[in-house]
Structures are given as C-alpha cells and as structure tokens.
C-alpha cells in the first residue's frame, strides 16, 4: 500500500473483523526523535502467540476469499525499511495492540496520505464502534472520540448524515492541518 493511511485503514478492518467494540489510533509525529508513531490498539478477541507469529506471515490469512494476507506483513515491512520498528502484542480474548514506527525523514518512508479520510471512512462504515483517534506533533495534539459525539447527537442521528458527516470531515482536517501548523507529513 503506498500510503501509512492506507495500512491503517486494513488493520482497523481487522480490528472490525476481530468483533471490536473500541479502536483507538494514535498517529504522533516527533521531529527531534525524528519519528512517526502508530498505534492501533482494539478490545477484540486477541491472539494467541502462533497467532500472532502467522499475522506477519504474507502467506497466512484468515480470511477464505484469498490465500495469502499482504496487509500487516506490508506494513511491517515498510516501518523497518524507513529506519523504524514494528510489533503486535496481543492476548487472547483482551485485545490487539500494533505499533508501527517510522523514520520521520527517511526517504524510504511512504507518506503519511489522507489520514482524516481513513478515519471519517472507518467511522462512517461502523458507526456501532467507538473509535478515538489521537494525532499528534510535537507536543500539539488533538482527539477525537465517537463516544463524545454519540452523547451529543444521540442514539438516532445517524453518523453518515450529511450534516453529521461534512462536520466530522471538517473536524479532522481543520484539526490535523492545526496540529501540522504548516508542516507536512
């Protein structure tokens, strides 16, 4: 996938396929370390150890549609040739948690690509799930959290009203371009 977004969304998507009820992702940039940090952590129903070791395994799926899962192996990958670091930690029947890190500068690291979309996208596709994302640079940060606008807009106003749905694109952009102040990921 060309974009960290992108790999985002497919680990979400298991994370949904896991029977998750809460997903967080944190995307946090910081440029004295110079790094660029992931985090998915889901309250599915987990891994066991074998488990775990077949998710990195290109040619291991689950899934009965294809036989081969490029996902997360990609992902892990494209981490560890920018210079970063990848791991899944998981138990059994508690959740989920992948941690992707990226060298900030390097120039083998795939751009960061439409993060306020992915997660507008995950959020409009399963509204029954709560989702928080953090993104962060520098110490500037910002959170959003469907819990947050399931209270304000209730139990029968829909996400994927239009309304609703131009807010939330609007929310992430004008915050993630806030937090960016100019700078580009």
Do not use: C, W
């Amino acid at each position: 996938m060309p974009e960290i977004s992108l790999n985002i969304l497919d680990v979400a998507e298991n994370s949904v396929r896991a029977e998750a009820d809460h997903i967080t992702i944190d995307v946090s940039a910081d440029s004295a370390a110079d790094r660029l940090t992931v985090l998915i952590i889901d309250d599915g129903f987990g891994m066991d150890k074998e488990q775990v070791a077949h998710v990195i395994d290109p040619f291991f799926t689950t899934r009965t549609t294809r036989k081969v899962g490029l996902g997360v192996p990609f992902f892990k990958l494209a981490a560890e040739l920018s210079g970063g670091s990848f791991e899944i930690d998981s138990v059994k029947g508690e959740g989920t948690t992948v941690r992707a890190v990226f060298g900030l500068t390097n120039v083998d690291r795939m751009p960061l690509g439409d993060i306020s979309g992915t997660i507008k996208t995950l959020i409009m596709m399963h509204e029954d799930i709560r989702f928080t994302f953090r993104f962060g640079y520098d110490g500037n940060a910002f959170e959003l959290d469907t819990a947050e606008l399931r209270e304000i807009l209730g139990d029968d106003i829909s996400f994927q009203e239009p309304e609703v749905s131009a807010y939330i694109s609007e929310y992430l952009e004008e915050n993630i371009a806030e937090v960016l102040d100019g700078k580009t990921i």
